[in-house]
């Protein structure tokens, strides 16, 4: 592990489209994810809590950040970089699990909030 940081209230920990070199686990506190959307407003992705993981998206694929991260509360946060996650995997593979059930779940939620849009814009076009 990299080492912990301390977050203030409204600290941002990173903003949409920086580099990704590291991924981060709450250790105490809520961290909320948004975006900005073509429209100009922000869009609440996720509000995360203690022992979950975010900012591992970019760090696996080198992209850049797809949403901003900011404290709700203070909160305190482990850093872990690339290559610590790389060293942890090669010495037990099992170490990307917790990773692959946050992306897992990101993914469920972001489905299904994507088919409650579908359905509200589908009634919309019916009226």
């Not at 990173?14 to 994810?33: K, L, N, Q, W, Y």
């Not at 482990?78 to 779940?105: C, G, Q, V, Y």
Request: charged share 30%; hydrophobic share 35%; net charge positive.
């Amino acid at each position: 592990m990299t080492g912990s940081q301390y977050m203030k209230k409204g600290q941002v920990v990173f903003r949409e489209g920086s580099p990704s070199d590291f991924a981060f686990i709450i250790e105490d506190g809520h961290i909320e994810v948004s975006r900005k959307r073509v429209d100009g407003n922000v869009e609440v992705l996720d509000i995360l809590g203690k022992n979950e993981i975010f900012g591992e998206i970019g760090m696996i694929d080198g992209g850049p950040r797809s949403a901003t991260a900011t404290a709700m509360e203070n909160s305190k946060v482990t850093m872990i970089s690339r290559h610590d996650l790389n060293t942890m995997a090669e010495k037990d593979p099992k170490a990307w699990f917790p990773i692959m059930k946050a992306m897992s779940a990101r993914l469920r939620r972001s489905t299904k909030r994507e088919k409650k849009l579908i359905r509200h814009g589908s009634q919309r076009a019916i009226r």
